[in-house]
């Protein structure tokens, strides 16, 4: 079975917050500080379903969760609640820990 390395893909400004302007060029809105998540660095198995991944949230209250760059093919993000969820159907290449933008 092939595996999906995502390492150190979830605790930082991969995750950003919606709300940006709906496209009008304005920049993205930063994570809060405290964002983490269930999984910090995960490996997921191609084919098999993952645990649902959720964040907290120690630097405010979060309006919404957005991703970048995009989540390997089957996984997919709540943009209300942020939990990371699905069955991995494509390997991916893991992706470096973002500090910011």
């Not at 390997?72 to 209300?80: D, E, V």
Request: charged letters at 5%; aromatic letters at 6%; hydrophobic letters at 40%.
């Amino acid at each position: 079975m092939r595996t999906i390395r995502l390492i150190a893909l979830f605790p930082t400004a991969v995750f950003l917050l919606s709300g940006c302007g709906g496209g009008s060029g304005t920049a993205p809105v930063p994570p809060p500080s405290g964002l983490t998540y269930t999984s910090s660095a995960a490996v997921y198995t191609q084919g098999t379903a993952i645990a649902p991944n959720s964040p907290t949230s120690g630097g405010g209250a979060v309006s919404g969760y957005g991703v970048s760059p995009a989540l390997p093919a089957g996984l997919a993000l709540s943009p209300n609640a942020g939990v990371i969820s699905g069955t991995p159907t494509a390997v991916s290449a893991a992706e470096p820990r973002y500090g910011g933008l």
